[in-house]
């Protein structure tokens, strides 16, 4: 079991929590599997399904999120490794961002703090992971970008650079 600590101030984040070999298989919008799929409002889910269950982690080795950089290929299947993936003028953008981020369930990351600027987060019914951090800790250091939008992915991934891993004590 490990804990995750605030690399600015050190205060608990998330744990004890158990690393799980790797990143789970996502669930589809249809098919939550074995993980919760949150709170429901009268017209159905929030967000979509968990990435992992409560009390685990996961380290994606992937790059996630912003920045997005244009693919380089004419073979765009619309599979994206490591993250969402946008389009704009520009055409097919994949995530550059961070790789080696902390995967949880948003519930094991309780004290994160929305970030002041609003457009971090903004989604039509949750945050989304699209503009760079958008969680806080609460001594406003940048920790973590969650995910919490109806159609994607629900979790909290805590930054590398951010956060230290240490044993549960």
Request: proline residues 17%.
């Amino acid at each position: 079991m490990n804990v995750l600590l605030c690399v600015a101030c050190g205060r608990r984040l998330a744990g004890p929590v158990r690393r799980l070999d790797g990143m789970p298989v996502r669930p589809g919008p249809d098919d939550p599997g074995p993980h919760d799929p949150g709170p429901s409002g009268a017209d159905g889910p929030e967000h979509g399904p968990a990435s992992v269950p409560r009390g685990t982690y996961a380290v994606d080795p992937l790059p996630f999120g912003a920045p997005f950089v244009p693919y380089e290929g004419d073979d765009y299947d619309g599979i994206v490794p490591g993250g969402p993936w946008l389009s704009d003028e520009r055409g097919f953008l994949l995530a550059d961002g961070p790789r080696g981020t902390y995967v949880l369930h948003p519930l094991d990351v309780p004290d994160l703090a929305p970030h002041p600027d609003p457009v971090r987060s903004a989604g039509c019914c949750g945050a989304t992971p699209y503009r760079g951090p958008n969680r806080l800790c609460p001594c406003g250091a940048e920790a973590a970008v969650e995910s919490s939008e109806c159609t994607g992915d629900w979790e909290t991934r805590l930054l590398p650079d951010a956060v230290r891993l240490e044993a549960a004590p």
